[in-house]
T-cell receptor
Framework: RKEVEQDPGPFNVPEGATVAFNCTYS??????FFWYRQDCRKEPKLLMS???SGNEDGRFTAQLNRASQYISLLIRDSKLSDSATYLC???????????FGAGTRLFVKA | NAGVTQTPKFRVLKTGQSMTLLCAQD?????MYWYRQDPGMGLRLIHY???????AKGEVPDGYNVSRLKKQNFLLGLESAAPSQTSVYFC?????????????????FGPGTRLTVL
């Protein structure tokens, strides 16, 4: 089993739709969680951290479910500019072992 | 403020050739990292550095060497390139040590180097 698993997609949604991605992780002792965004042929950039209580940043909501060992990202009112690959990132214990998921591709269509 | 820069952006090598990838950051970050990204896989850590003059192995260090002679620069070397090293290489830096318990700091990535080994 991979340490971090994501549905590769692609998710094809119309503008204005709500879309959700999940990411599962195998190490129950993992401490920190993030969502990064990567545009085609570009570098990854931090989208948001994921806190235990859940957090929201505009149209984006991230949640953590420790019992089931997954994190989620919800995008409301999708924009064309949201088209990208979304990377789930998990920090298991032990230091300097950031684990990146392979990413979920999102296409938002007009 | 350029952030993290990488040179070169593209390179084609023949098997057995050597090359050095240069990463530079102007954010005065202590921590720097080299990753490779392959299709269908997440970024994998090759080597990292916790400060000037220090380096350490990551998840996939074989076939690579690194040096951090200056705080702002982190070099990745391939002594004898192999086709399996065809990949996109990303350098990153951070103010805090990512991957530690409770770490919330982001990593800032360079634009990447696309390397093909024939």
């Amino acid at each position: 089993r991979k340490e971090v698993e994501q549905d590769p997609g692609p998710f094809n949604v119309p503008e204005g739709a709500t879309v959700a991605f999940n990411c599962t992780y195998s190490n129950s002792a993992s401490q920190s969680f993030f969502w990064y965004r990567q545009d085609c042929r570009k570098e990854p950039k931090l989208l948001m951290s994921v806190y235990s209580s859940g957090n929201e940043d505009g149209r984006f909501t991230a949640q953590l479910n420790r019992a089931s060992q997954y994190i989620s990202l919800l995008i409301r009112d999708s924009k064309l500019s949201d088209s990208a690959t979304y990377l789930c990132v998990v920090n298991p214990p032990g230091g300097f072992k950031t684990i990146f998921g392979a990413g979920t591709r999102l296409f938002v269509k007009a | 403020n350029a952030g993290v820069t990488q040179t070169p952006k593209f390179r084609v090598l023949k098997t057995g050739q050597s090359m050095t990838l240069l990463c530079a950051q102007d954010m005065n970050h202590e921590y720097m990292y080299w990753y490779r990204q392959d299709p269908g896989m997440g970024l994998r850590l090759i080597h990292y550095s916790v400060g000037e003059g220090t380096t350490a192995k990551g998840e996939v260090p074989d076939g690579y060497n690194v040096s951090r002679l200056k705080k702002q620069n982190f070099l990745l070397g391939l002594e004898s390139a192999a086709p399996s090293q065809t990949s996109v290489y990303f350098c990153a830096s951070s103010y805090e040590a990512v991957g530690l318990a409770g770490a919330t700091d982001t990593q800032y990535f360079g634009p990447g180097t696309r390397l093909t080994v024939l």
